[in-house]
């Protein structure tokens, strides 16, 4: 049996519905939300700030880090145990690197911009969805940077290639390979890419080509976001 | 190649939005060239200023600048000088020679000019590619400051409160009758006779920062302020 109809109904190249909200926290420098289907991320920026310990500080470059975290009722089965795990500490690795390229971190040495990534509620591609959430929070934190960061999960499930795949398709029982990118918006460079499973080159090659386009959509969501509230009537 | 401009001035952008194609335009403040078109690096207003294109922050923390005059706190005395908070990733140093016209000797107590958690008005002498600052408090309007009350703005609306040539200060002043000085960093300084006339002025510069990107500013404030002292009398 192969997977015919996605369980949604969707198109196979399309996300789910998204909606995007930037400045949700008031005491942040930046902040924003963003829903992709069910699962919604939230990402606070704080800085350009003074880092300490002292020995972490570059005085050529600013840095970057993030701190990504579901919350403990995000998950559908039981209570998910906060706090930093070997699991979110790599998204936030990954999450901090997507960002590394796009930055312009000359203008603030020895100083700090700090992401927090929190997941209230998950239904696969989190930290797709937390890429888009930060690239809408830094842009409203007026830190500079050349490009948007947008991300997506595309993959296979049984045989059939998708884009933003849910959870019943992440783990669909005849197999599915689940690969988060994030696409930079002016270049179209890949600046995130992970793969959970298998595939090949050639379907590989398809799969990204789609979510490329995939993320030209969500760059579309995070704009409308931005500007939402600047109308000059 | 044809050059096309593709926005206008005051309208609002994000980062990564092409600004202009061709290389008919210069890039400028927020805002760099790819290949052969320009895009901006910061959410912010686009300025057109003939072939030249800029794009101003319209939210973002204070990154210290030489010259900038900005209201400060003494966090710590050492014996090189005062060390001033000026509310920026960045900490500044008073130095000795720089913090009065007296001879101070060596071991004299420095908290006799100023103390710990006073605030003064000083201007940046310098700022290094590590972003050290030095600032001074010999020049006009450089002063510790007495009495009145604080608020913290947005930085990048500050030259809005200020004005052309001081002309929306100066409104506020006339207006409200109360000293107000601000510093570049956005905190800004309010002091009057009568508590009501600064409750006024707090709220005045409240609405200048939200209401900024609305072209017909100083007018507007002009009239609206005109009506609340009328109220008052």
Same mark, same amino acid.
Request: net charge positive; aromatic share 6%.
């Given at each position: 049996?192969?997977?015919?109809?996605?369980?949604?109904?969707?198109?196979?190249?399309?996300?789910?519905?998204?909606?995007?909200?930037?400045?949700?926290?008031?005491?942040?420098?930046?902040?924003?939300?963003?829903?992709?289907?069910?699962?919604?991320?939230?990402?606070?920026?704080?800085?350009?700030?003074?880092?300490?310990?002292?020995?972490?500080?570059?005085?050529?470059?600013?840095?970057?880090?993030?701190?990504?975290?579901?919350?403990?009722?995000?998950?559908?089965?039981?209570?998910?145990?906060?706090?930093?795990?070997?699991?979110?500490?790599?998204?936030?690795?990954?999450?901090?690197?997507?960002?590394?390229?796009?930055?312009?971190?000359?203008?603030?040495?020895?100083?700090?911009?700090?992401?927090?990534? #929190?997941?209230?509620?998950?239904?696969?591609?989190?930290?797709?969805?937390?890429?888009?959430?930060?690239?809408?929070?830094?842009? #409203?934190?007026?830190?500079?940077?050349?490009?948007?960061?947008?991300?997506?999960?595309?993959?296979?499930?049984?045989?059939?290639?998708?884009?933003?795949?849910?959870?019943?398709?992440?783990?669909?029982?005849?197999?599915?390979?689940?690969?988060?990118?994030?696409?930079?918006?002016?270049?179209?460079?890949?600046?995130?890419?992970?793969? #959970?499973?298998?595939?090949?080159?050639?379907?590989?090659?398809?799969?990204?080509?789609?979510?490329?386009?995939?993320?030209?959509?969500?760059?579309?969501?995070?704009?409308?976001?931005?500007?939402?509230?600047?109308?000059?009537? | 190649?044809?050059?096309?401009?593709?926005?206008?001035?005051?309208?609002?952008?994000?980062?990564?939005?092409?600004?202009?194609?061709?290389?008919?335009?210069?890039?400028?403040?927020?805002?760099?060239?790819?290949?052969?078109?320009?895009?901006?690096?910061?959410?912010?207003?686009?300025?057109?200023?003939?072939?030249?294109?800029?794009?101003?922050?319209?939210?973002?923390?204070?990154?210290?600048?030489?010259?900038?005059?900005?209201?400060?706190?003494?966090?710590?005395?050492?014996?090189?000088?005062?060390?001033?908070?000026?509310?920026?990733?960045?900490?500044?140093?008073?130095?000795?020679?720089?913090?009065?016209?007296?001879?101070?000797?060596?071991?004299?107590?420095?908290?006799?000019?100023?103390?710990?958690?006073?605030?003064?008005?000083?201007?940046?002498?310098?700022?290094?590619?590590?972003?050290?600052?030095?600032?001074?408090?010999?020049?006009?309007?450089?002063?510790?400051?007495?009495?009145?009350?604080?608020?913290?703005?947005?930085?990048?609306?500050?030259?809005?409160?200020?004005?052309?040539?001081?002309?929306?200060?100066?409104?506020?002043?006339?207006?409200?009758?109360?000293?107000?000085?601000?510093?570049?960093?956005?905190?800004?300084?309010?002091?009057?006779?009568?508590?009501?006339?600064?409750?006024?002025?707090?709220?005045?510069?409240?609405?200048?920062?939200?209401?900024?990107?609305?072209?017909?500013?100083?007018?507007?404030?002009?009239?609206?302020?005109?009506?609340?002292?009328?109220?008052?009398?």
């Amino acid at each position: 049996m192969s997977y015919d109809k996605r369980n949604d109904g969707r198109g196979f190249d399309d996300c789910r519905p998204m909606e995007a909200k930037a400045g949700i926290v008031k005491s942040a420098s930046g902040s924003a939300s963003f829903k992709i289907g069910e699962t919604v991320a939230f990402a606070t920026v704080q800085g350009p700030r003074d880092l300490y310990p002292k020995f972490l500080k570059n005085p050529k470059k600013g840095k970057i880090r993030v701190f990504y975290q579901m919350m403990p009722f995000s998950g559908v089965g039981g209570r998910i145990r906060p706090g930093p795990n070997r699991r979110a500490k790599e998204i936030s690795m990954v999450t901090a690197k997507a960002f590394e390229e796009v930055l312009c971190l000359e203008d603030f040495p020895n100083a700090v911009v700090d992401i927090y990534i #929190d997941i209230p509620q998950a239904d696969a591609g989190t930290r797709c969805a937390g890429i888009s959430a930060a690239s809408i929070a830094l842009a #409203d934190a007026g830190i500079r940077m050349t490009e948007m960061v947008a991300g997506v999960a595309v993959g296979r499930t049984a045989d059939k290639l998708l884009v933003d795949l849910d959870y019943s398709e992440e783990a669909h029982e005849e197999g599915a390979t689940d690969i988060p990118i994030a696409v930079t918006s002016v270049t179209d460079k890949i600046s995130l890419l992970q793969m #959970d499973g298998d595939m090949t080159q050639k379907q590989l090659s398809e799969v990204l080509r789609k979510g490329i386009v995939a993320c030209k959509a969500i760059n579309e969501v995070q704009k409308a976001a931005l500007k939402k509230g600047y109308e000059v009537a | 190649m044809e050059s096309k401009l593709l926005i206008k001035e005051r309208d609002v952008v994000i980062p990564g939005e092409e600004l202009a194609s061709g290389m008919d335009f210069l890039p400028s403040e927020g805002t760099y060239r790819l290949e052969n078109s320009i895009y901006s690096k910061v959410m912010g207003l686009v300025k057109v200023d003939g072939k030249v294109l800029k794009v101003r922050a319209l939210r973002g923390g204070y990154l210290p600048k030489r010259n900038d005059t900005v209201i400060g706190k003494v966090t710590d005395i050492m014996s090189a000088g005062w060390f001033i908070d000026i509310f920026s990733p960045y900490n500044s140093l008073l130095p000795l020679k720089e913090g009065s016209s007296d001879f101070i000797q060596r071991g004299a107590d420095l908290t006799r000019y100023y103390d710990i958690e006073d605030f003064v008005v000083v201007k940046i002498l310098s700022v290094n590619a590590q972003k050290q600052v030095d600032v001074t408090i010999k020049g006009p309007g450089l002063r510790k400051l007495k009495g009145g009350r604080l608020i913290k703005i947005n930085s990048q609306k500050v030259p809005r409160v200020i004005g052309k040539q001081g002309s929306m200060i100066n409104l506020i002043k006339e207006n409200t009758g109360t000293q107000v000085t601000v510093g570049q960093n956005g905190i800004v300084w309010i002091k009057g006779e009568d508590p009501l006339m600064e409750n006024l002025a707090e709220k005045t510069i409240r609405k200048i920062e939200a209401e900024a990107h609305i072209p017909g500013l100083t007018d507007r404030i002009g009239e609206w302020l005109k009506d609340q002292v009328g109220g008052k009398k």
